[in-house]
């Protein structure tokens, strides 16, 4: 009797082991599955992080974008901020105006909607403008101190090098 049941004995043994070998191999498979929907999550935290500071980022920018127009329009707004102290209401408009077309092309570029050929195609035909001149040759020293591993460093660059190849006459001719 004892030999009748201890061959049951180790069917039974067989079988629990065979089950829990399963078990492992489902549980290694849960755990991969688990790990990989993880780094899903990750990766789209990533992305709404991304998302939330660039709203943030165009926020701010609409933000100065409306300082910059009540200051436009009432030249004793645009005493408060004292970037260009001494110069006619007409000019400090238009360093204000000029401002905001550089923040533009700034966004535009920091956000991937223009190349860099592009932007420096934008630049080569700004800096032909003696407003855009102005404005340039009144900010030049605050820009210079930008970063120059920054989005707006580069682009401060971008504009140089149009303004050195109008001053030296290698302004490419349009395609």
């Known amino acids: 009797m004892g030999d009748y049941f201890g ?9 629990a082991l065979l089950l829990l070998v399963a078990t492992l191999m489902f549980q290694q498979r849960e ?7 993880l780094s899903m999550q ?21 933000l100065h974008v409306q300082l910059t127009q009540m200051a436009m329009d009432d030249p004793a ?3 408060v901020w004292n970037d260009y102290p001494g110069e006619s209401t007409e000019v400090v408009r238009q360093h204000l105006f000029a401002n905001l077309v550089f923040g533009h092309y700034l966004l535009a570029y920091r956000w991937g909607g223009s190349t860099e050929a592009e932007v420096l195609a934008y630049a080569r035909s700004l800096v032909r403008s003696a407003a855009f001149q102005r404005y340039w040759e009144a900010s030049r020293a605050a820009k210079e101190e930008l970063p120059a591993d920054s989005a707006e460093g580069r682009l401060f660059r971008l504009f140089e090098q149009a303004i050195r190849e109008a001053q030296d006459g290698d302004t490419p001719s349009p395609q």
């Open 77 to 79: 707004l645009a005493d």
């Open 31 to 37: 755990l991969r599955l688990q790990r990989h929907e």
């Open 42 to 62: 990750r990766q789209e935290l990533v992305s709404s992080r991304d998302e939330l500071r660039r709203s943030a980022e165009s926020d701010m920018r609409a």
């Open 7 to 15: 061959g049951i004995s180790a069917v039974f043994s067989g079988m």
